[in-house]
């Protein structure tokens, strides 16, 4: 007894605390505290002591991970996909029934999660359940209009990675016409024939990509580049990649789904000069590990042509010239026919096949065996077969397995030719006499400017004054003809081309600093308000850029009216007169302006 004794109390000491302290000590002063206090339910005190100290001591660490935020909204966008929503209105507090899902069809998704979990590919089934219940979701929200909708594969990138749907919809997205002379593009059909979405984590929303074009295929073909996994981002690659990822990612899917989507021989037929397959409804299925053989499946797309199209565009030629037109290679091209065998598709550059063959056993013996082919072109592409049901799956990079070769660079600007200088003793002859160059060029501004004056005085004889067509004639003449050179007479326009009839209006220019010319303009007639203003907007928009039209307040323009008078007596005199935004100044002293 004694010697349990000794080993227990061993034990309650050497059981150590973080703190230091150990069992024996928390025990001791715990009981020390009940028999000094005595304090009434020591009990309920000490069970209280136990369960403070065990709230203040720090939490274990878990075994999972603390997601982040991004990571919990996903878990949490993922986790809605399972169950019906339940939503409520938050006036009423009714719990409103969701509506009822649109009619579509749709390839049984978890069977095909079941066929590559068998050949030891693919996403999963858990993964292949999930992807099944977003499907759902996205044809089944009647704005997209989904008719069909296919899980087409995974496409992972640098940040981000894409769960892509292949659909069709009621109406499709509109395809621009190409420019005259180029290829023309495929509108519904070809390329185009599906239409599809994206979305960066099963049960997030989901992106429509855009349109391919032509020009877009030929040019992703000559770039090779990961993606990152946001839509907007730039593919900064050489040569130049028309667009932004979602564009880049659109012709990486349509490559690889022309090149891989394949279907066992026999359950598609297709017509006479026709690219649209049909299923067979006589097809009796794929035995056992049949389907790991490549010669049994053929391609269910058409082939992508190097025009970047599926259906090969050729020119006409003109008339009388079909012996002697010449077609460019791309015109030329003979792809492989509809439902053509994997047994024709070229080797690769390592004279590898481009198919190898998968089955879910090695034993030959056993019975029920799935049977597909994986292709070594595009790494990540699979199909994969059981009796009637065959599916086709990608999960890859979106990349190729081929030599890649970047072009050149453009060739660089040729330099200048220093050997073609010519060294020469004799000097170029002299320009002309400045005189002669300013004397015709006056001649040819007296002559404008004369014309001008002749225009000006004509208008004011008839009484309605200078119409705004004649505002340049009015620039004309008080810059001298050029707009660079201000009056002879210091500044100032006489009075005597306007004579004919004084009260039309006043214009005057005064020399400012700097070189800068103002213009004063005002009218003392009986005329519309527009009328002014058009011809002012007309005198600003003629007038040189070294000069600034002064534009008067209304109170101004009357105080410059009412001293037009004065002005026109200060020039008879022989005055210098002169007007100041709205005042006269006659010989340097300032004429006080009537009451207006």
Avoid at 10 to 35: H, I, M
Avoid at 360 to 378: A, C, E, K, M, Y
Avoid at 445 to 452: K, R, V
Wanted: glycine content about 10%; aromatic content about 8%; overall charge negative.
């Amino acid at each position: 007894m004694s010697l349990q004794y000794s080993e227990a109390l061993a034990r309650l000491q050497n059981c150590k605390s973080k703190e230091g302290g150990s069992v024996f000590d928390s025990l001791t002063k715990v009981l020390a505290k009940a028999l000094e206090g005595k304090p009434e339910g020591a009990v309920d005190l000490l069970e209280t002591s136990l369960l403070s100290k065990q709230a203040d001591a720090a939490p274990a660490p878990g075994l999972v991970p603390i997601q982040s935020a991004a990571d919990a909204a996903r878990g949490v966008a993922t986790a809605g996909l399972f169950g019906n929503q339940v939503t409520t209105d938050p006036e009423t507090g009714v719990t409103v029934e969701p509506e009822a899902p649109a009619d579509f069809e749709s390839d049984d998704v978890v069977a095909d999660g079941y066929l590559f979990h068998a050949l030891g590919v693919g996403l999963g089934r858990a993964e292949m359940y999930s992807a099944m219940l977003a499907a759902k979701k996205l044809a089944g929200d009647g704005a997209r209009g989904v008719s069909t909708v296919r899980f087409f594969g995974k496409f992972f990138g640098t940040q981000a990675c894409y769960y892509v749907y292949e659909c069709t919809v009621s109406e499709p997205p509109e395809v621009p016409e190409a420019p005259e002379g180029e290829v023309p593009n495929e509108a519904g059909t070809g390329t185009n024939n599906y239409v599809y979405y994206v979305c960066n984590y099963l049960g997030g929303p989901f992106t429509m990509l855009p349109v391919v074009l032509p020009a877009h295929i030929k040019a992703a073909r000559s770039i090779r580049k990961f993606l990152t996994g946001k839509l907007d981002s730039p593919v900064s690659t050489y040569p130049v990649f028309p667009g932004t990822e979602a564009l880049f990612l659109r012709c990486q899917i349509t490559r690889i789904a022309c090149s891989t989507v394949c279907c066992p021989v026999g359950s598609m037929t297709v017509e006479e000069d026709s690219v649209v397959v049909e299923k067979n409804l006589e097809w009796e299925g794929v035995r056992d590990r049949e389907g790991g053989v490549p010669a049994v499946w053929a391609h269910r797309y058409p082939h992508l042509k190097a025009q970047g199209r599926c259906e090969l565009d050729k020119r006409e030629a003109p008339d009388g010239e079909e012996d002697t037109f010449v077609w460019t290679a791309d015109e030329l091209e003979v792809g492989p026919a509809s439902l053509a065998t994997l047994e024709v598709d070229a080797m690769l550059a390592n004279g590898a096949p481009s198919w190898s063959g998968l089955s879910s056993s090695i034993n030959s013996g056993v019975r029920h065996q799935v049977g597909g082919v994986r292709s070594n072109l595009w790494p990540g592409a699979y199909c994969a077969a059981k009796g009637k049901h065959f599916t086709n799956l990608y999960v890859g990079w979106g990349l190729k397995h081929a030599p890649y070769a970047p072009p050149p660079p453009p060739p660089l600007a040729p330099c200048f030719d220093v050997a073609s200088l010519v060294e020469q003793n004799e000097l170029p002859p002299p320009p002309p006499p400045p005189e002669a160059a300013e004397a015709d060029e006056r001649m040819d501004e007296e002559e404008a400017t004369a014309a001008a004056a002749e225009r000006i005085a004509a208008a004011a004889e008839d009484g309605t004054g200078l119409p705004v067509r004649l505002a340049t004639d009015v620039v004309r003449f008080l810059y001298g003809g050029t707009g660079r050179r201000e009056p002879a007479d210091g500044g100032v326009v006489s009075a005597s081309l306007l004579n004919a009839k004084p009260a039309v209006g006043g214009i005057g220019v005064e020399p400012r600093g700097g070189g800068v010319l103002r213009v004063l303009f005002t009218v003392a007639f009986d005329a519309v308000a527009d009328t002014v203003v058009r011809w002012r907007r007309e005198l600003r928009r003629c007038v040189d850029s070294t000069a600034v039209l002064d534009v008067l307040s209304d109170r101004e323009e009357a105080q410059h009216q009412a001293l037009w008078p004065a002005f026109l007596a200060a020039k008879v005199a022989g005055k210098r007169a002169q007007f100041h935004r709205a005042r006269l100044v006659v010989d340097g002293e300032r004429v006080p302006a009537p009451a207006c």
